[in-house]
């Protein structure tokens, strides 16, 4: 584990291969019950570049009409979402240490192209509860930058297996993903193959 500034934890490699097949089976399975679908920004009505679904109580979603949100059912089937894998709440206790369990955990598909720019996670109610980063497949070149949005950022390489925890002052730190690298071998688990290239887990407390 490094810590890569106050309150952000790098643990590279956290999951070996064998967790990272079984907690991508796992993640199959809730795409399975709730498909990927593609947000569009709040305004604009621009598509992201990735596709994204959620398990647990609550799902992140955004459309043009009512901006970033979270909702209790998928924006496309009207379904509630898929209960979190019981493995998300270990690696939570294990590594979060907030005496409350999370309740959403947003599914991000990346291809070859996806980016995500610099934001903040700024739709909870709950800025104490810190954020847990599961990275599986290709490595990506991630960016973390500070509290405004014109601060300078670091960059790193997350790979699969790797967990990120940002808490306390990195909290509210804006960060981004911004390309996905052509790493040799560094591809998902059978699982999820066929879907991209990367999928990121961000699990949150919300309420």
């Known amino acids: 584990m490094s810590e890569i500034g106050p309150g952000a934890f790098h643990y590279p490699s956290f999951l070996d291969a064998a967790a990272q097949t079984a907690l991508a089976e796992e993640i199959a399975k809730v795409i399975a019950a709730a498909p990927l679908y593609v947000s569009t920004m709040p305004k604009t009505g621009a598509p992201m570049s990735v596709r994204m679904t959620n398990c647990g109580a609550l799902g992140w979603v955004s459309d043009k009409e009512r901006g970033y949100r979270y909702e209790p059912r998928h924006p496309q089937t009207g379904n509630p ?7 998300l709440l270990e690696l ?4 979060v240490h907030y005496h409350k ?4 955990c947003l599914v991000n598909v990346y291809d070859e192209t ?5 934001h903040q996670d700024k739709d909870e109610a709950d800025f104490a509860a810190p954020i847990l980063s599961l990275s599986l497949g290709a490595d990506c070149r991630f960016k973390l930058g500070g509290t405004r949005r014109g601060d300078g950022a670091i960059a790193l390489t997350l790979s699969s297996g790797d ?9 509210m730190r804006y960060h981004g993903v911004d390309r996905i690298l052509p790493t040799i071998g560094a591809t998902l688990p059978a699982a999820l193959a066929a879907l991209g290239a990367r999928v990121n887990l961000t699990l949150r407390r919300v309420t």
């Open 81 to 87: 979402w898929p209960a979190m894998p019981q493995r």
């Open 92 to 95: 939570w206790n294990e590594l």
């Open 101 to 104: 369990p999370p309740e959403a």
């Open 114 to 118: 996806a980016r995500m720019g610099l």
């Open 163 to 171: 967990a990120l925890v940002l808490s306390g002052l990195a909290r």
